[in-house]
């Protein structure tokens, strides 16, 4: 199946900065997506990105189908944006449901 | 987008006993998943659960298990029976839209003592 790595596996900012978030992905996919996993388990769509950039506030994301990756820019980031980054992907050769990485753990302290 | 609920949001239980988790969704949805999360991890899918037929289950996930009723397109369940410690995680039920977007309920996260 299709293989998911997420970059750098944990991550500590302070409020205020900016990051990147990695995604690569081994084989072409149907569909991308960005999940921010909040401190109390709950998880919130970031973006469905199967290719081209989004931005929603201070988040926005880019994925390069192509060269099969994807980027999750934070800006500005808030104690409210800790917790943990996942992509999720699945590709045409599969069966539709999404393979997820291992996450992205996001401490930001005030 | 559709809205997922999920009960209980929490529990803890004794080893041995048996928990259902319920999962509604305010929307007919063809595609509905159950997922669990341990302590530390990433999300491992479980089963797709199928209306009206028997749930496709993921390698090392059995029906004995984890068996899973879905009567309707809104509705399934999921129980995890004969609890050991190793089954504290959080289950998350999961539905997919026609384009393939996920969302999310809010999890069921389980202790078994």
């Known amino acids: 199946g299709i293989q998911v790595e997420q970059s750098p596996p944990d991550l500590i900012l302070q409020e205020g900065a900016n990051s990147t978030l990695r995604c690569n992905f081994s084989d072409s996919v149907n569909n991308l997506q960005w999940f921010h996993q909040n401190p109390w388990g709950q998880l919130i769509n970031l973006f469905y990105?199967?290719?081209g950039t989004k931005q929603n506030g201070r988040l926005s994301a880019t994925t390069v189908a192509t060269e099969r990756y994807s980027l999750l820019y934070i800006s500005s980031s808030q104690t409210t944006d800790s917790g943990v980054y996942f992509c999720?992907?699945?590709?045409?050769?599969?069966?539709?449901?999404?393979?997820f990485g291992r996450g992205t753990s996001l401490i930001v302290h005030p | 987008s559709a809205v997922i609920s999920q009960k209980p949001s929490r529990d803890i239980c004794q080893r041995g006993t048996s928990l259902t988790i319920q999962c509604q969704v305010d929307s007919q949805v063809t595609m509905m998943f159950w997922y669990r999360q341990q302590p530390g991890q990433s999300l491992t899918l479980i089963a797709t659960?199928?209306?009206?037929?028997?749930?496709?289950?993921e390698s090392g996930f059995v029906i004995d298990k984890f068996p899973i009723s879905r009567p309707n397109l809104t509705f399934s369940t999921l129980t995890v029976s004969n609890m050991s410690p190793e089954d504290s995680s959080i289950y998350l039920c999961s539905v997919s839209s026609t384009y393939g977007e996920l969302f999310f309920g809010e999890g069921s996260r389980l202790t078994v003592l």
């Open positions: 990105i199967p290719s």
């Open positions: 999720a992907v699945d590709s045409p050769g599969g069966s539709y449901i999404p393979t």
């Open positions: 659960a199928n209306q009206g037929s028997e749930a496709t289950y």
